[in-house]
């Protein structure tokens, strides 16, 4: 395939950033989008400019580092991780855009990546428990409903991508947070911490300047995780339940 692209460059958090067209053929459907941006990156180095910076490292869906915005959507057109995306997604003559996360709360460093360290704070506020782990218990010592168990895991697979921030017209972290806390607080294990987790995370979320949730719902769409919309209402419910008690 030959294809256009439109690529955010910007030298550094200073620097005001804009839009610069490249052509790159010889892209194979089989080349994972961030290959696609090591062949152009190659070619780059190759003619002695700067190659584009751009975030990642697993490469298999599960760091979370790889978010970019392409042709307008988070992680680009199909409900997966940047690094998962397949350039079959795209066809011979496209023009793609590329550009960092828009989000007040994850400023630009360099080119398509941003700073998400507020997400770190938000995890750091109460994404944590303080039972003792020790060695691994036996396996039935602390019964968990299976329904609370499995809704724990589903929200366990965040991977702090940063996609619900990046795809939300208010910039909201509320899918984010709410996946942590959902987490944690379904589970006996942070029971000690409910109620101060939530507030806490909560607060750090506003301090962040994450805006607020208005129900827009493109978070979970944009979730390569699936989050459901319904972590956001239980988010809701236990900051209620925990601002009653006090
Ligand atoms: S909720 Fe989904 S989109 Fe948001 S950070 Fe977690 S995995 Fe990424
Ligand atoms: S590079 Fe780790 S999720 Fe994409």
């Known amino acids: 395939m030959k294809l256009k692209l439109k690529i955010w460059r910007q030298k550094d958090a200073a620097d005001k ?13 089989d080349m994972s989008f961030l ?86 704070r938000i995890i750091g506020a109460g994404g944590f428990i303080t039972a003792p782990t020790g060695v691994a218990p036996e396996a039935h010592a602390t019964p968990v409903p299976k329904a609370d168990a499995d809704e724990a895991f589903n929200n366990a697979t ?45 607060g750090q979320m506003d301090a962040e300047g994450f805006g607020g949730c208005t129900n827009t719902g493109n978070c979970t769409l944009a979730c390569p995780k699936e989050i459901p919309f319904t972590s956001i209402a239980n988010l809701n419910k236990e900051y209620r339940r925990a601002l009653s008690k006090g």
Request: aromatic share 4%; net charge negative.
């Open 17 to 29: 950033g804009g839009i610069v067209d490249y052509e790159l053929d010889e892209v194979s459907e």
């Open 35 to 120: 290959e696609m941006l090591d062949t152009l990156n190659e070619k780059l180095t190759l003619d002695g400019q700067d190659p584009v910076a751009f975030d990642h490292d697993c490469r298999e869906g599960i760091c979370g580092s790889c978010g970019v915005v392409i042709n307008g959507e988070a992680h680009g057109p199909v409900q997966t991780t940047t690094c998962q995306l397949q350039m079959r997604s795209f066809k011979d003559g496209d023009e793609i855009v590329i550009e960092p996360w828009r989000s007040r709360a994850f400023p630009v460093i360099k080119d398509l990546v941003v700073d998400r360290s507020s997400f770190d």
């Open 158 to 202: 965040c991977i702090g991508c940063g996609a619900c921030v990046a795809s939300c017209p208010n910039g909201a972290a509320m899918l984010f947070t709410s996946a942590k806390v959902t987490h944690l607080n379904l589970l006996p294990q942070g029971g000690p911490e409910r109620e101060s987790r939530v507030i806490n995370m909560v």
